[in-house]
């Protein structure tokens, strides 16, 4: 097994107690963006509560198809990326790279929608600051605020996750995984499933307020 | 090493019960449930993050201490949220001078 001595870090025991460490920092720093986001949240909730009104009727101007397009577009990406996990886990090269780069196209569909959203916020003066202009109440502007920030910082997420999938997928091609070793891709899949449940959040938060 | 690997169905059946409960939660939006909306949309995405996070990220197969660290965060979370939840919508039940 000079192999699985190759990937071996010589402060671990053994490759089982290394993909436990990996795991284990990998929830440590999913943890600390929970309470990032949290932080978004509980300033998105505040507002909200204050008032429901202007966030309502700013809500109504974001496009409910597109959303729900990309929330299953998300979803779909998660299944792809659990599949490329257990390809890698299962020796099977080419699937999980096959698997790891259709990852890779959903998320890009799922920022090319993002993009064209927000290019219709622009033409519709939505977006917060001097040129800000909408016919309801003036707090509305905080919602954007709100949804700007919120759904930027995701995407940003999404970008970095794209990139960390795809030099992954480029790993696993050159066979550099194996059923003993593919932690890599196990701590890449628990960061774009974590992206995916920020998501299934935001979705009802922005976009789900008052349609009745 | 390759602990646990999940059959294909599990991950396809997870990934028809986000797609059915993202179509319920749309649904339920154009209801009127008065504040009930509210916590319908949370619940469900609630259930929709324990799966994926349970399954897709196989913590329901990982050990205690993954379990720890995981409760630990969203307790926080909760934490963050209870407390200030508690502070808005309580402010109004006692007349206190400079809350409007």
Known sequence: ??????????????????????????????????????????????????????YAAASHHLDITLGAINTAVLIASSLTMALAVRGAQT??????????????????????IKAVEYSHKFHEHLVPGPSFSFDGPRESQLFFSFY??????????????????????????RGRYS???????????LYW???DIVWIFLFPMLYLIGRH | MSEHVLPKSIYYGIFAALLVLTAVTVLVAFL???????????????IKATLVILYFMHVRYSSRLTWVFVAAGFFWFLILIAFLLGDILSRGWLPVRGWA
């Open chain 1, 1 to 54: 097994m000079s192999d699985s001595e190759h990937v071996l870090q010589h402060h671990f025991d053994d490759l089982k107690q290394q993909h436990e460490a990996s795991t284990l920092g990998m929830w440590a720093f999913l943890i600390t963006e929970v309470l990032f986001f949290g932080g978004l949240f509980a300033g998105y909730a505040q507002y909200r509560i204050r008032y429901p009104g202007a």
């Open chain 1, 91 to 112: 020796g099977r090269r080419k699937a999980t790279a096959g698997l790891l780069m259709s990852t890779v196209a959903l998320g890009l569909v799922f920022l090319g």
């Open chain 1, 148 to 173: 700007f920030a919120m759904t930027g910082m995701h995407a940003l997420h999404m970008i970095i996750g794209v990139v960390l999938v795809t030099i992954i997928a480029w790993f696993a091609w």
């Open chain 1, 179 to 189: 059923p003993e070793y593919f932690s890599p891709v196990e701590v890449t899949g």
């Open chain 1, 193 to 195: 499933h974590f992206v």
């Open chain 2, 32 to 46: 009127d449930l008065g504040p009930l909306n509210v916590v319908v949309a949370i619940t469900i995405a609630v």
